[in-house]
Nanobody, 123 residues
Framework: QVQLQESGPGLVKPSQTLSLTCTVS??????????WSWIRQPPGKGLEWMGA???????YYSPSLKSRTSISRDTSKNQFTLQLSSVTPEDTAVYYC???????????????WGQGTQVTVSS
């Protein structure tokens, strides 16, 4: 059974770049035809899909975050990463990585999700 684990700094300063890594075990990130997504949930708000990278390495982004987001992968480590630039306190959220056969995922009962990691943007 596939497992996903987010990792990265819990505190980021405004204007810096947030970088998170999702380490996958029990399955390969190159397995057809899965999407590997990043989703976040700000305090008191709903889940927001940020973007994904598919089994072939093609990346897809939410239009609202596209200008600040980059998703890449390291197949040798079976990991994929999120970079979010120019962060503000509004980027404070729990960040999740997930696997599914659909591109846009916001339902944690579908697919496979990591436990999430809290990221706070503050000086």
């Amino acid at each position: 059974q596939v497992q996903l684990q987010e990792s990265g700094p819990g505190l980021v300063k405004p204007s810096q770049t947030l970088s998170l890594t999702c380490t996958v075990s029990g399955g390969s990130i190159t397995t057809k035809y899965y999407y590997w997504s990043w989703i976040r949930q700000p305090p008191g708000k709903g889940l927001e899909w940020m973007g994904a990278i598919d089994y072939s390495g093609s990346a897809y982004y939410s239009p609202s975050l596209k200008s600040r987001t980059s998703i890449s992968r390291d197949t040798s480590k079976n990991q994929f990463t999120l970079q979010l630039s120019s962060v503000t306190p509004e980027d404070t959220a729990v960040y999740y990585c997930a696997r599914d056969r659909v591109l846009v995922v916001t339902n944690p009962t579908m697919g496979s999700w990591g436990q999430g990691t809290q990221v706070t943007v503050s000086s």
